[in-house]
Antibody, heavy 121, light 107 residues
Framework: EVQLVQSGAEVKKPGESLSISCKGS????????IGWVRQMPGKGLEWVGI????????GYGPSFQGHVTISVDKSISTAYLHWSSLTASDTAIYYC??????????????WGLGTLVTVSS | SYELTQPPSVSVSPGQTARITCSGD??????VSWYQQKPGQSPVVVIH???KRPSGTPERFSGSNSGNTATLTISGTQAIDEADYYC??????????FGTGTKVTVL
């Protein structure tokens, strides 16, 4: 059974750093993309970025480039989303999702349950 | 950057047809997926590659994509279809975009 298990909720102060994780199981982790999606309270889905564990090829959404870093540890089938300095506007649920490789047609076919990040002084 | 625009809301009576549009420049040249999100839950893909239904998606869900507009159609809408719906496309292999989202209300 394919599963994406995300790390637990976080409460942080502005300026602090944070990494959240997404562990894949039930499939060959290195051959599927892992994407990150933000959902601010009461708002829509926003694409944060994506990484291909096989070669660490990475892309970021325009609003997130330079503000977050996506990485992966293939040895433990885990992807990470990292902030070096959080702001209040980072408060949101962050989902990870799997995307099959092979072309610009594949959807995000499995999703994690989301990690709630709250940034408040 | 590429943008996808959806109507904020669509209302439909039970048993009737709901149509949700997604507009973007030359969207017909890209493949579109549609996601359903119910309150407190993660999104679920209901249509991919414009019109393909994953296993588990009811047959009442269908999709099309041509020109600048993709459309998700729910035929014989049921109360359980009440949710937020998002279109999504790839601008490149590493550049994704989501639509603005549409809240479907079954009256």
């Amino acid at each position: 059974e394919v599963q994406l298990v995300q790390s637990g909720a976080e409460v942080k102060k502005p300026g602090e750093s944070l990494s959240i994780s997404c562990k894949g199981s039930g499939y060959t982790f290195s051959t599927y993309w892992i994407g990150w999606v933000r959902q601010m309270p009461g708002k829509g889905l926003e694409w944060v970025g994506i990484i291909y564990p096989g070669d660490s090829d990475t892309g970021y959404g325009p609003s997130f480039q330079g503000h977050v870093t996506i990485s992966v540890d293939k040895s433990i089938s885990t992807a990470y989303l990292h902030w070096s300095s959080l702001t209040a506007s980072d408060t949101a649920i962050y989902y990870c999702a799997r995307r099959p490789s092979g072309g610009n047609y594949a959807p995000f076919d499995y999703w994690g349950l989301g990690t709630l990040v709250t940034v408040s002084s | 950057s590429y943008e996808l625009t959806q109507p904020p809301s669509v209302s439909v009576s039970p048993g009737q047809t709901a149509r949700i549009t997604c507009s973007g420049d030359q969207l017909g040249n890209k493949y579109v997926s549609w996601y359903q999100q119910k309150p407190g839950q993660s999104p679920v893909v209901v249509i991919h590659q414009d019109s393909k239904r994953p296993s588990g998606t009811p047959e009442r869900f269908s999709g099309s994509n041509s020109g600048n507009t993709a459309t998700l159609t729910i035929s014989g809408t049921q109360a359980i279809d009440e949710a937020d719906y998002y279109c999504q496309a790839w601008d490149s292999n590493t550049a994704c975009v989501f639509g603005t989202g549409t809240k479907v209300t079954v009256l």
